[in-house]
Structures are given as C-alpha cells and as structure tokens.
C-alpha cells in the first residue's frame, strides 16, 4: 500500500532535509508541496523537482494519507485545523505552537478528527540517545541524579529571517532550543517537569535582533530530578555546523557524556574557507520520518506525540515567565 504524503510549507529549513527523507522510503509517494510564499514554494518545487500545489487547499484535496508541516512556528495552528479537517495524519514541527493555549488547540483538533499527531523531534531516533536510554531502562545506570546540558547554535537569520521574528517564531533562543532537551528528558525519567526558572540576554547579535539570543533554564522533575539547558545562540557563523545537542546525565553509577552530533568528519575545504562537519552513521531525522509513515500504515500511535509537543511548550511558556518575573514558575499542566 502506497502512502502519500505532502508537504505543507517550506518556511522550515528542516522541510529540505524531509522531502529527501520520504523519497528514500519505499512505498511513499511525495505528492508535492504548497507554500503561502509562491516565490519561496516555487523556488523549493524546482530545486527538488516536485509538484506545486497553488494553495493549501489544493494539496490537501489531492487527499494525501499525511502532511508534514514546516510553516513559521505561530502558522501551525491554522494548517493543523486544515489538514485535520481534510483527514490527513500529522507530522508538525517543532516547537508545536507559540502558546500552550494553541498547543493543546493542535492535540484536540487532532483527536477530534480522529488523525495521528506527531510532533518533529528527532532526538528521540537519535542512535547514541537510544542506547543510552536502553541502558538507563535496564537499569544499568541506577537512579538518574541531574543533567547538565546545552542546545547551542548559530544565530538562525541567515537560513530563515522569520525565526527571529517575535511574531512568528514565538520568541527567541529559548523557544527554538529549549524544546528538544525538555522532551529528552521526560522521555529518559518518565516524569513531568514541576518547575521551572530562567534567565535570558541578547549579548550575543544585540545590534541585529530583538529576541534573546542568550538563555539558560532550570528544571525540576516532580521525581526531583533537577537540570540545566544552555539554549543559547551563541555558535559564531563559520562554525562546523549549524547546531548541537549535548548533555551530562549524572547517575548512581556514574556521569554520562552524551553527544547527539559526535558522528561526524571533520572537512576543510578551499571554497567554504573553513571546517565543516560531514555526518555520518544515524539519520535521526530518516528514522522519524519512517516512524511516521509506519505508524500511517500500521494505524498506530507515531513514537512522539502531540501531547509531548504540548509538555515542551509549556516549559518554555514557563521560563518566558520566569524570565519576567525573575521568579521559579510552578509548572500548571493542561488537562487533556
């Protein structure tokens, strides 16, 4: 059975790596793409060769199976409400919405309707934070103590204006670095986040933005498990990469230095004038992808879901608060 699947903006960079991600899957059809930008939707259609649908309506009456959605982070909600509506499963990007109001909006809507949600986070496919979290569940780790970890990265303007656009991003580094780590995290302890408290600048680029782009966050675990995220943007642009994900889990049985991103070579090259990093090993951005399809055909819940989507956004709505008040926020989570 062919699953057909389309892609519903190319606002995200992550959307460039996706369309390669569903053509490598046997049995999908990448039905095309639509964008609310027509010089941007046409610009990717014919750099991938893929179809353009003028609208969303469009794509979404050519009736695909699923849709990945790639918008700017506060455009989620609205293509949710479409694609649910038209009965098409859902992979959104993360952070999920801008608000935990419109964040718990997206997982209703889905299981109003009746579709699968799953939101973008990759790190749970990654194979060095699989077999880790192997070990932590057979308990080859003991109990779980802190984590001390970063998701840092280069000031995001030069692959997408709009995320650091308060309106359409949300926010600044907190909201785009913050979510995966949360999500890690829950995943890893199997508990909830109770409070949380941050502290935020903008050091860094302070004549070019007016987001932070410096920020470091608390969380406590109502299993007591504390831990920090550096989420700031602070990688100089001709770093070998464009991010990273890394973190220390101090266990009973010792620390755990995990990297996300060590699988690399390192290249230099005369036309770059720099070192970049060549991947290799794990695709953890395949591996969601193909979760997603999976879960289409089988009819089954996708790895992550729309409500672990939900839990991240509301721990960076928190440290947004904190951040204001200069306070600890006590973690209010909705009831779904």
């Known amino acids: 059975m062919s699953i057909r699947i389309g892609i519903m903006s190319f606002a995200h960079l992550h959307a460039e790596a996706y369309i390669q991600n569903l053509r490598a899957i046997p049995g999908v059809e990448m039905i095309g793409l639509a964008d609310d930008d027509p010089q941007r939707g046409e610009h990717f259609a014919r750099l991938f060769g893929a179809h353009r649908f003028r609208t969303y309506e469009e794509l979404l009456e ?10 700017e982070n506060s455009r989620h909600l609205p293509l949710v409400k479409m694609a649910a509506q038209a009965g098409a499963h859902i992979l959104c990007e993360k952070p999920l919405a801008t608000t935990a109001q419109d964040a718990e909006e997206i997982v209703r809507t889905c299981r109003q309707a009746g579709v699968l949600l799953m939101t973008a986070f990759p790190m749970r496919f990654s194979t060095p934070l699989l077999e ?6 057979g308990g080859e780790l003991g109990q779980v103590y ?32 913050t979510v995966h780590l949360v999500d890690v995290m829950r995943w890893y302890l199997g508990s909830e986040v109770a409070e949380v408290y941050a502290v935020a600048n903008r050091i860094f680029h302070a004549d070019e933005v007016e987001v932070e782009t410096g920020g470091m966050v608390w969380v ?11 989420c700031s943007w602070s990688r100089p642009p001709y770093w070998p990469s464009w991010g990273g994900l890394s973190f220390e889990m101090v266990t009973e049985r010792g620390a755990v230095w995990v990297d996300a991103f060590r699988q690399n070579l390192t290249v230099f090259t005369h036309a770059l004038q720099r070192p970049y990093w060549a991947f290799w090993g794990s695709d953890p951005n395949q591996a969601m992808i193909e979760d997603f399809v999976q879960a289409i055909r089988a009819q089954r819940p996708p790895r992550v879901s729309g409500e672990d989507g939900l839990r991240a956004v509301e721990v960076v709505e928190a440290a947004y608060q904190s951040v204001q008040s200069g306070q600890p926020v006590r973690l209010l989570r909705r009831v779904l």
């Open 62 to 71: 050519a009736k695909p199976d699923g849709v990945i959605i790639c918008s």
């Open 146 to 177: 802190c984590f001390n970890s970063s998701n840092q990265g280069e000031l995001p303007k030069k692959h997408r204006a709009w995320f650091v656009d308060k309106i359409l991003a949300g926010g600044g580094a907190i909201m785009d670095h």
């Open 132 to 137: 880790v979290k192997s070990r932590l569940d």
């Open 220 to 230: 406590t675990f109502e299993n007591g498990v504390f831990a920090t995220i550096d």
